[in-house]
């Protein structure tokens, strides 16, 4: 009898941990993603984009990137063309056929290396020469990019191209 308790004690203590722990990591989700539309947001102000308010709608803000980039993202010589419809669209089409085998994986490999084109010209514009390491951190600690974006939103952005 005494043992059944000890187990049912723990197995409690086991799953309050649990749900702390992913109250825990919302918690912390929330607060970087709010920085992060603080740095979109004030990025398109001091570009003087129409609709800077877009940072903070979830898929939409992938169209604000994709103006902040404009159309000069580029993967080796290759130019890639209107990113900031195909973000959007590309997100949407992975998350609907995410059960869809093939196709999800494509899609989804698509949106992160089209994704990660795009981020890299961010970084580009916004941290110089230390774009590949930034967009190195942020590929390993996906947190960081909604950092680095509220940490630059008042710099200078330089034009490279």
Same mark, same amino acid.
């Given at each position: 009898m005494g043992g059944t308790f000890l187990v049912s004690a723990v197995s409690a203590l086991a799953s309050a941990a649990g749900v702390m722990a992913g109250i825990l990591f919302l918690v912390i989700w929330l607060v970087f993603y709010v920085l992060?539309? $603080?740095?979109? *947001?004030?990025?398109? +102000?001091? /570009? /003087?984009?129409?609709? @800077? #308010?877009?940072? #903070?709608? @979830?898929? +939409? /803000? *992938?169209y604000l990137l994709g103006e902040l980039v404009s159309e000069k993202a580029y993967f080796i010589k290759w130019r890639l063309p209107y990113p900031q419809v195909i973000l959007p669209l590309l997100f949407c089409l992975a998350?609907?056929?995410?059960?869809?085998?093939? $196709?999800?994986n494509v899609l989804l490999v698509l949106f992160v290396f089209y994704y990660d084109? $795009?981020? *890299? /010209?961010?970084?580009?514009? *916004?941290?110089?020469?230390?774009? @590949?390491?930034?967009?190195?951190?942020?590929?390993?600690? @996906?947190?960081?990019?909604?950092?680095? +974006?509220?940490?630059?939103?008042?710099?200078?952005?330089?034009?490279y191209l």
């Open positions: 992060s539309c $603080v740095g979109l *947001y004030g990025m398109a +102000v001091n /570009r /003087r984009m129409d609709y @800077p #308010w877009l940072a #903070w709608i @979830p898929i +939409v /803000r *992938y998350v609907v056929t995410a059960g869809i085998p093939i $196709v999800g084109c $795009v981020l *890299y /010209r961010l970084y580009r514009l *916004y941290a110089g020469s230390h774009a @590949p390491f930034d967009l190195l951190l942020s590929m390993v600690f @996906p947190l960081l990019f909604m950092l680095f +974006v509220f940490l630059w939103r008042n710099r200078k952005w330089n034009e």
